[in-house]
């Protein structure tokens, strides 16, 4: 896992971490029960102060997708699968609502919605 931090970014610096090891995760990068590099060691290797490190590991430990064992690390929470799937309905849910709006911009009906989203599935069938 490879994570690049962008001095430059409005985006928190402990924002960037966690986004970019929810996302090995969530890509299955990081795999279940999968080891974190430590939380010193991640911020030696960031260039960044162990605050940082811990802010963003903590957050992701609130969010259950690590787990922290004592005196051995943190690690890939086992039930991250369920975790992932919710956070994937979550997009699809919310890609729906903004589908839903634009087509009500553009005076579209339901069958019509409808019969988009069935041309896309066909076409991602090919």
Known sequence: MVIV???NSSEPIY???????LDAIMSGEIKEGECLPSIRGLARDLKVSVITTTK??????????INAVQGKGYY???RSNEIIHEKLLE??????DRAICISRKAALTE??????LQNLLKQEER
């Open 5 to 7: 931090i962008k001095n």
């Open 15 to 21: 924002d960037q971490i966690k986004k970019q090891i």
């Open 56 to 65: 963003a590991y903590n957050d992701l430990e609130a969010a259950g997708y």
């Open 76 to 78: 890939v929470s086992e």
């Open 91 to 96: 997009q699809i849910e919310s890609h729906f």
């Open 111 to 116: 069958p019509e919605l409808v019969e988009i």
